[in-house]
T-cell receptor, first 116, second 111 residues
Framework: GAVVSQHPSWVICKSGTSVKIECRSL??????MFWYRQFPKQSLMLMAT?????????EQGVEKDKFLINHASLTLSTLTVTSAHPEDSSFYIC????????????FGAGTRLSVL | SQQGEEDPQALSIQEGENATMNCSYKTSINNLQWYRQNSGRGLVHLIL?????REKHSGRLRVTLDTSKKSSSLLITASRAADTASYFCATNEAGGFKTIFGAGTRLFVKA
């Protein structure tokens, strides 16, 4: 199957700093990538849909100025958590759809963010 | 809100037994998918079943889909300790492009 790489896998930062998470499709071009947030023992909550070359589409309740998404190329989308606070601590997961593969999503391994 | 609801929320079985997880959804769909997540990791796609299909097999996995009841089930036969994980159903709404995940079932297989 297609491979999606997410980096970093774990980040600890101080309150007020910004953190960037990268999501790369390694062996296919992804026009659409998705960013999810997952709380412990809960399901994935879609935050935004990242479209190559255009602005991301954010889900209701997700602050676009807080969670900046950039999809500058067909293989890379980034999520920047700006001015992070302890309540932003969570597990963030990206996924990408491979063209011609239906709606199957290929997931990165996730990034655990801990804000002190 | 999440499209899918799954039951049970948690399931504990002995190695060798079968595990059945159920998923219900609310709207018309193009397809339904099942994913697996090991603790602290990303999700891995297991199987996709289209709205015009009723049953699909992949190795020890068997998925059924009943569009009249808006429900699906995932059966894992002859379970192994390595099957311990969370399992999520996900639906792609008809006419839409987003994939919505259910709450998940946490499966624990005891060796």
């Amino acid at each position: 199957g297609a491979v999606v790489s997410q980096h970093p896998s774990w980040v600890i930062c101080k309150s007020g700093t910004s953190v960037k998470i990268e999501c790369r499709s390694l062996d296919f071009q992804a026009t659409t990538m998705f960013w999810y947030r997952q709380f412990p023992k809960q399901s994935l909550m879609l935050m935004a849909t990242s479209n190559e070359g255009s602005k991301a589409t954010y889900e209701q309740g997700v602050e676009k100025d807080k969670f900046l998404i950039n999809h500058a190329s067909l293989t890379l989308s980034t999520l920047t958590v700006t001015s992070a606070h302890p309540e932003d601590s969570s597990f963030y997961i990206c996924s990408a759809q491979s063209p011609g593969d239906g709606n199957i999503q290929y997931f990165g391994a996730g990034t655990r963010l801990s804000v002190l | 809100s999440q499209q899918g609801e799954e039951d049970p929320q948690a399931l504990s079985i002995q190695e060798g037994e079968n595990a059945t997880m159920n998923c219900s959804y609310k709207t018309s769909i193009n397809n339904l998918q099942w994913y697996r997540q090991n603790s602290g990791r990303g999700l891995v796609h297991l199987i996709l079943i289209r709205s015009n299909e009723r049953e699909k097999h992949s190795g020890r996995l068997r998925v059924t889909l009943d569009t009249s009841k808006k429900s699906s089930s995932l059966l894992i036969t002859a379970s192994r300790a390595a099957d311990t994980a969370s399992y999520f159903c996900a639906t792609n709404e008809a006419g839409g492009f987003k994939t919505i995940f259910g709450a998940g079932t946490r499966l624990f297989v005891k060796a």
